[in-house]
């Protein structure tokens, strides 16, 4: 019998659905707060907690030591390090149908970057298309990249919207006075909300092209026991949030119950406006962004399973005839069937730089996929995160997280230690099994 060694010291509800997972597994392993050199280990923790050099040592022992993250798999996970896997990924897969689910992006250095040198950029700027600036920056000390990420997300922190040169410049400025300003106000509290970001915070940045007609749909229409429906409905723009697990090398699975996230206020499409003296002012991003974390004071208002949303009405273009369609089960199967190979052809696409992702066979992990729906129903790579925020799900919805947990100690964990099977070997790509779709299966030997 194996034993397993469970940190989350952050992330309680992890912690929560971790345990819950190992209990279900017959028997249930012992709970450790240090590994037994004498047994087989499993570190289901945070990264940072996870003695990485001892998996890596372990990794061609049979069912020996099994740890809850990838090592390396920056290739996903830092935005600039997947604009850059992407981009190689499709100048060599021209036919591939990732191409048609990812943004037109430009991934760079700031304190290497003069504008007039991103000439791509530039020109597309002279179009007047919008886009949305995205800046990697480490607002904590601790430094997980899941920690990265979220340090940004909890309060917008750096993400813009322009569609000109003038106004990229203005960001760029804004950047700098806010690391002015808090050179001066050091002192000050701290805990003061605002989406400001320094650029001492900021060296990576992604630049992505801003989706013109996203998918709109009122959340409210699809009314839980504790909504009232709408009259009349307002559409909102939404994200989804699909998990994936990762197992080994490399079996690829998305959980069948995909989150809809969608904004605070009903959509508006982007106007630019100046100020007096004609320099571009800052875009009112409320109903553009679908970030949970920007909604804390809401709970899960604006939280629904995309099963859910079947039957609403589909409030995308600008004439209202056309709103008497519905969202069907067909609609939904089409946007699932098209998740499916886009995490495939991520995941082909991640592992051709084996530098930065590297999924050995003693590894398995979650990650959250962010998808946009455009109003034909073209499904849009956003980004891929580690560590999921998954306490943002909300209570309503927090057993379809125990499915998932539970699905991922019997498909990753049991089968490890098992000494008669594989994890995966037999289960054939586009079958569903404990709530789970596998998307791809590749056998790499890392």
Not at 27 to 53: A, G, K, M, N, Q
Not at 358 to 372: K, V
Request: aromatic residues 8%; hydrophobic residues 40%.
């Amino acid at each position: 019998m194996f034993s397993a060694t469970v940190s989350w010291p952050t992330a309680p509800v992890t912690k929560s659905l971790v345990l819950d997972a190992l209990n279900a597994i017959e028997p249930p392993p012992p709970v450790l707060d240090t590994p037994d050199p004498d047994r087989p280990t499993l570190f289901w923790s945070t990264y940072d907690d996870i003695d990485h050099e001892l998996v890596h040592s372990r990794r061609d022992v049979a069912a020996s030591i099994l740890a809850s993250s990838y090592t390396f798999r920056k290739a996903l996970i830092r935005k600039h390090f997947l604009s850059r896997c992407l981009s190689f990924y499709l100048a060599k897969n021209k036919d591939s149908p990732l191409r048609a689910a990812i943004e037109l992006s430009f991934a760079d250095e700031l304190d290497e970057m003069l504008l007039d040198e991103l000439y791509e950029l530039g020109q597309a700027l002279d179009k007047g298309r919008w886009w949305i600036l995205k800046p990697q920056v480490a607002l904590q000390s601790a430094c997980s990249s899941s920690t990265i990420y979220r340090g940004m997300a909890d309060r917008g922190n750096g993400v813009r919207m322009f569609n000109s040169r003038d106004a990229l410049t203005r960001i760029f400025e804004e950047f700098e006075e806010a690391e002015s300003d808090e050179e001066e106000e050091n002192e000050e509290d701290e805990s003061k909300a605002s989406t400001a970001v320094v650029t001492s915070q900021l060296r990576h940045f992604v630049i992505q092209e801003y989706l013109p007609n996203p998918l709109l749909l009122d959340p409210l229409e699809a009314a839980t026991s504790i909504d009232t429906k709408p009259e009349p409905l307002s559409g909102r723009k939404f994200h989804l949030r699909a998990y994936c697990v990762a197992s080994g090398s490399l079996h690829i699975y998305l959980f069948h119950k995909i989150l809809a996230l969608f904004s605070a206020v009903p959509y508006a499409s982007p106007t630019a406006t100046a100020d007096d003296d004609g320099d571009p002012l800052p875009i009112d991003l409320g109903p553009h962004l679908t970030n949970t974390a920007l909604q804390t004071d809401r709970g899960d208002e604006n939280v629904r399973l995309l099963d859910e949303l079947v039957g609403c009405h589909i409030l995308s273009g600008p004439d209202p005839a056309e709103h008497a369609r519905e969202f069907t089960k067909t609609d939904m199967q089409h946007i699932l069937d098209q998740i499916v190979v886009v995490l495939a052809e991520t995941f082909r696409a991640a592992v051709q730089m084996p530098t930065h992702f590297q999924p050995t066979s003693n590894a398995f992990e979650l990650f959250g996929i962010d998808l946009l729906v455009s109003d034909t129903l073209q499904v849009t790579l956003l980004e891929v995160n580690a560590e999921p925020a998954i306490e943002l799900t909300g209570p309503r919805l927090h057993w379809i997280l125990r499915d998932l947990f539970g699905a991922m100690g019997k498909v990753c964990v049991q089968p490890f230690f098992a000494s008669t099977s594989v994890p995966g070997t037999t289960w054939p790509v586009g079958e569903t099994r404990e709530g789970l779709i596998k998307c791809l299966d590749l056998d790499l030997r890392m």
